[in-house]
């Protein structure tokens, strides 16, 4: 009954799956870990700052892409998460980043222009019509005995008295995005039919801003980013409708819960007390909490999972949030002061898939112990098994109004909150 009433309420969630190498990372409308980003527009790339760790000023390795359309917006839609991938980063504010792309649909755009040039005849002949009707006025005084004079010069009418001049609107902001269009695609990980994008401009925002030098940041050169191996997402359902489903054993469900109750009736003639919350609290290892051992049993359902995706949906907390953490989730878009609402989630399993701690060794050149090295740094061969990013979740959290800042036709990256969840010490 309960689940039902989940069922109704809750948002599906889609599971990003591997699913195989990438060989060409050339393309933007896919969903992927690792490789290296594919813009909507490669000609307008981002500032390079967006995939700059905040606490060593090293390039940031991009850990997630995904084309994430929405239903009845107009734009094409991209997500990338960054992270570094320096142990020593780790913890700190400014290691991780995400950023979300715009690019308006063309099919869109196309039909935009197309109604505002309607609107443009329109009013022109509206403009015409009022035109003809005061000129037709002024004719008919005359022939009664006024004078242009003394009603007015027929030359200084201007469209109708209280008449607003036409304007085009062409090429101007709707004023609502959606426009009752959907996309070519409105699904996580999907591609759309047609890969149109914005046609070539002469002159772009890039190169204007140039021209001003108010460019404070280069534009990212991606063949100089570091980068994993590429990983294709297979994207699914998540079924929680029954345990079967999900592949749970019930027989060694059955055994875990037996085992369970039989360690509580020991505890309880040994003269311990057990107080419900507070037992579990004490004998979990430690860092444990509610919140964990949900995670791990939903978790466990998939272990191959390396995403959870849902749009408005509720996230899967590794841990209780910190108050700091609380207030950045509740905080609103700086872009446009909407609120902000869970989107995805990047999972441990992306860890034992993404080669961290070997790309990380070889970039700290640790020492060889085979070798015959002098006055070695005990502590240092220690750490350096301990190197890599290391995370438990990466939740992001997204403007809910999905704001474009600028013109329609502007290629736009707005940074987004995310919230980096650890294993508790």
């Known amino acids: ?50 995939c700059r760790c905040g606490v060593c000023g090293d390039n940031m ?5 995904s084309y994430v359309p929405l239903p009845d917006s107009p734009y094409h839609r991209v997500l990338y998460v960054w992270g570094c991938n320096k142990r020593s980063c780790m913890r700190k504010e400014g290691s991780f980043s995400v950023i979300r792309s715009h690019v308006v649909d063309q099919t869109y755009l196309k039909a935009q222009r197309q109604k505002e040039e309607e609107k443009r005849k329109k009013e022109e002949k509206k403009k015409a019509a009022v035109t003809a009707a005061n000129n037709q006025k002024f004719q008919l005084g005359d022939l009664w005995g006024n004078s242009a004079g003394s009603f007015g010069n027929a030359n200084n009418v201007s ?27 409105t699904g996580f990980g999907m591609k759309p039919t047609t890969a149109s994008i914005v046609g070539k401009k002469e002159d772009t925002l890039i190169d204007k801003m140039k021209q001003l030098n108010i460019v404070s940041d280069p534009i990212i050169d991606t063949t100089k980013l570091p980068r994993f191996p590429g990983q294709y997402l297979y994207i699914d359902e998540e079924r929680t409708d029954s345990y079967d489903n999900m592949g749970i054993d019930m027989s060694r469900y059955k055994e875990y819960l037996d085992m369970e109750k039989e360690l509580l009736m ?22 444990v909490d509610k919140q964990f051992k949900k995670f791990t049993e939903r978790v466990e359902c998939l272990p191959s999972q390396c995403v959870r995706y849902g749009f ?18 509740s ?23 993404l080669p961290t701690t070997e790309y990380a060794t070889k970039e700290q050149n640790v020492v060889n112990l085979s070798g015959k090295t002098k006055n070695i740094d005990t502590k240092a061969v220690l750490n350096s098994w301990n190197v ?7 939740l992001v959290f997204v403007c809910q109004k999905d704001c474009h800042p600028g013109s329609l036709e502007d290629i736009t990256y707005v940074e987004e909150a995310i919230v980096v969840q650890y294993e508790t010490d």
């Open 1 to 50: 009954m309960s689940n039902k009433k989940q069922t109704k309420k809750e948002t599906p969630v889609l599971l990003g799956i591997p699913d195989g190498g990438i060989e060409l990372d050339n393309d933007a409308y896919i969903t992927k870990i690792g490789g290296l980003p594919v813009w909507l527009d490669p000609k307008t790339p981002p500032s390079s700052k967006v």
């Open 61 to 65: 390795y991009l850990i997630f892409q």
């Open 159 to 185: 469209g109708g008295f209280g008449m607003k001049p036409a304007t085009t609107g062409f090429g101007m902001k709707p004023t609502t995005t959606g426009f009752g269009m959907k996309p070519v695609t």
């Open 266 to 287: 020991e505890v309880d003639e040994g003269g311990e007390t057990w107080q419900g919350e507070t037992y579990e609290k004490q004998h979990l290892p430690r860092g």
């Open 312 to 329: 408005l949906s509720q996230p899967l907390f590794y841990s209780s949030l910190s108050q700091q953490q609380q207030q950045l989730i």
């Open 331 to 353: 905080s609103n878009c700086k872009h446009c002061n909407g609120p902000r609402v869970f989107e995805f989630q990047l999972m441990p399993n992306i860890l034992s898939i």
């Open 388 to 394: 890599g990013m290391e995370f438990g979740t990466i």
